[in-house]
């Protein structure tokens, strides 16, 4: 099959971008994995929240119809993502999982797992949390373990005692669902940073709007910092549960070595060590975009996750010209 522009990803990016090339009268066809769009929400821990309010979570030109100040669940993300493809009848190819995209002339073609297309244009809006992130010493692990991305609910965990690894929101979220059920360690490479979700009684990414810092790229220092941790709720009270640890250096079975010469045995490790890029797919000869797609995959993270109403500026687009 033969398209202007394919989309890979039916996600919050593919989605807006597919709408504005709509509006272009373009033609375009959207690839998703997933059995149903919005499984890629769906599938995540059951108490994920995403930080924006309600009209900060919109894409364009359908609103989202929950309570104005509230934060989505993941759940009623996904439904509207699949409400929104509906409503604008977009062309959407489900169950197609691009396994290659290789250019020959100025013709792209993409490969799935069910066929494949050409096209003269090929935007990649399929995200990053596809490969999940360990660090090395999970290697020589001897005890059941899971990443955040496999995570659900305290019924994933087995045991009593529990190391949870990773200094970022997903981290301190689980740990601090699990504290009641658990005896629950916390290790961080470096000292986690919290920050207030509300100020004011605003929430700050609307306050960071108003200020104008939401249109600002995130610079690499910023990114070498680590995300803050927003702290709401109880989520500070039930995180003095858990025991805090620093970095593991080694792993021996169930036996883990920290900075600080302390060893541990546990039951069970959560490693919540974040994502890596993944562009295999990507099979095109001279395309150097290594460095490229790191620094679009984080900033289209950044702008995409908080903010969605603009995510179509940020997909990352394969030119003709390449």
């Known amino acids: 099959m033969q398209k202007e522009i394919l989309i890979i990803g039916a996600g919050q990016c593919g989605l807006a971008t597919a709408r504005f090339l709509q509006?272009?009268?373009?033609?375009?066809?959207?690839?998703?994995?997933?059995?149903?769009?919005?499984?890629?929400?769906?599938?995540?821990?059951?108490?994920?929240?995403?930080?924006?309010?309600?009209?900060?979570?919109?894409?364009?030109?359908?609103?989202?119809?929950?309570?104005?100040?509230?934060?989505?669940?993941?759940?009623?993300?996904?439904?509207?993502?699949?409400?929104?493809?509906?409503?604008?009848?977009?062309?959407?190819?489900?169950?197609?999982e691009v396994t290659s995209i290789t250019k020959s002339g100025q013709v792209f073609t993409v490969v799935t797992s069910q066929g494949t297309f050409t096209a003269d244009e090929v935007v990649i809006a399929s995200g990053f949390c596809e490969r999940p992130q360990f660090p090395d010493w999970a290697a020589h692990l001897g005890v059941p373990h899971i990443h955040s991305m496999d995570y659900k609910n305290p019924i994933s965990i087995k045991g009593n005692k529990v190391l949870v690894v990773g200094a970022g929101n997903s981290a301190a979220q689980i740990a601090a669902e699990l504290v009641n059920h658990f005896e629950v360690h916390w290790s961080t490479r470096r000292k986690p940073k919290f920050f207030p979700l509300y100020?004011?009684?605003?929430?700050?990414l609307v306050l960071a709007d108003k200020l104008g810092k939401l249109d600002k790229p995130i610079s690499e220092k910023k990114l070498k910092r680590g995300e803050p941790i927003f702290r709401y709720g109880d989520l500070t009270t039930q995180l003095k549960k858990a025991?805090?640890?620093?970095?593991?250096?080694?792993?021996?079975?169930?036996?883990?070595?920290?900075?600080?010469?302390?060893?541990?045995?546990?039951?069970?490790?959560?490693?919540?060590?974040g994502f890596k890029p993944n562009?295999?797919?990507?099979?095109?000869?001279?395309?150097?975009?290594?460095?490229?797609?790191?620094?679009?995959?984080?900033?289209?993270?950044?702008?995409?996750?908080?903010?969605?109403?603009?995510?179509?500026?940020?997909?990352i687009k394969i030119y003709k010209s390449i």
């Not at 990507?282 to 975009?289: A, D, E, H, K, M």
């Not at 109403?309 to 940020?314: D, G, N, T, V």
């Open 23 to 96: 509006k272009k009268n373009k033609d375009f066809l959207i690839l998703e994995k997933y059995n149903h769009i919005g499984d890629n929400w769906r599938k995540r821990y059951h108490s994920l929240r995403l930080f924006t309010p309600t009209t900060y979570s919109s894409l364009p030109d359908l609103p989202l119809e929950i309570l104005q100040n509230a934060r989505p669940t993941k759940d009623q993300i996904a439904d509207y993502f699949e409400r929104y493809a509906h409503h604008f009848e977009l062309p959407v190819a489900l169950r197609h």
């Open 199 to 204: 100020l004011f009684g605003k929430n700050v």
């Open 243 to 273: 025991k805090k640890k620093k970095d593991v250096v080694k792993a021996e079975g169930k036996t883990l070595t920290f900075e600080s010469g302390e060893a541990e045995t546990y039951d069970f490790i959560l490693f919540a060590t």
């Open 279 to 315: 562009f295999d797919f990507i099979q095109i000869t001279g395309l150097v975009c290594k460095n490229f797609f790191n620094f679009f995959v984080w900033y289209f993270f950044y702008r995409c996750f908080c903010y969605f109403i603009k995510c179509s500026l940020f997909s």
